[in-house]
């Protein structure tokens, strides 16, 4: 099965960067996701890694290693908008199991001025 | 917007009903997930489709039902509902293999 844990909430400044861990256990793995949830909305796709390294889109990093079955994700000029939950998600373990995701409880992040 | 809808937006109901979820995936997509989010479960995996087919199953109870047509909608059938199904109910699609886009959820209350 898939175990992922990440912190439940992080408070951080208006213009600071911000790092949310993500740590996971996992029978078999085939790529780990981040997205990004409003409270009451839809989950939207940040960043997608399945090789070790980091991955890099504008305001938001993501890195992976898998031999210590860790990711970050690297939030940069932090806004009031990123205020939000923050899920990590990891597909696995296998073709035949289709490609479902395994989300953690999610961190929620508030921005203060 | 992802491109995919669902509907309803908003259902209430009572205890031992039934529902009915739909789902229309973006164009192009063949597969198809639902997921449940509660409070205090959190983001989680019921069942998907890929094409017509069921591909992979998650904690999905005996209650539940799912299916996807020939047009590659999807419809997630709720029976028997308890207080505990409350919750916001995420339809997703995806090219096989890629990021899943998230619809704007179903928010069921059952009273």
């Known amino acids: 099965g898939q175990n992922i844990d990440q912190p439940t909430e992080m408070t951080a400044t208006e213009g600071a960067i911000v790092q949310i861990n993500c740590t996971y256990q996992t029978s078999g793995f085939n790529g780990l996701f981040w997205y990004q949830q409003h409270a009451g909305e839809a989950p939207t796709f940040l960043s997608y890694n399945v090789l070790d390294g980091l991955e890099e889109k504008g305001r938001f990093s993501s890195f992976l290693s898998r031999s210590k079955g860790y990711s970050y994700l690297l939030l940069k000029e932090l806004q009031m908008k990123d205020s939000a939950s923050y899920l990590c998600a990891v597909r696995g373990p296998a073709i035949d199991a289709g490609n479902m995701l395994t989300f953690g409880g999610g961190t929620r992040l508030m921005v203060k001025p | 917007d992802s491109g995919v809808t669902q509907t309803p937006k908003h259902l209430i109901t009572a205890t031992g009903q039934r529902v009915t979820l739909r789902c229309s995936p973006r164009?192009?997509?063949?597969?198809v997930y639902w997921y449940q989010q509660s409070l205090d479960q959190g983001l989680q995996f019921l069942i998907q489709y890929y094409n017509g087919e069921e591909r992979a199953k998650g904690n999905i109870l005996e209650r539940f039902s799912a299916q996807q047509f020939p047009d590659l909608h999807s419809e997630l059938n709720l029976s028997s509902l308890e207080l505990g199904d409350s919750a916001l109910y995420f339809c997703a699609s995806s090219v096989q293999g890629n990021e899943q886009f998230f619809g704007p959820g179903t928010r069921l209350t059952v009273l």
């Open positions: 164009s192009g997509d063949l597969s």
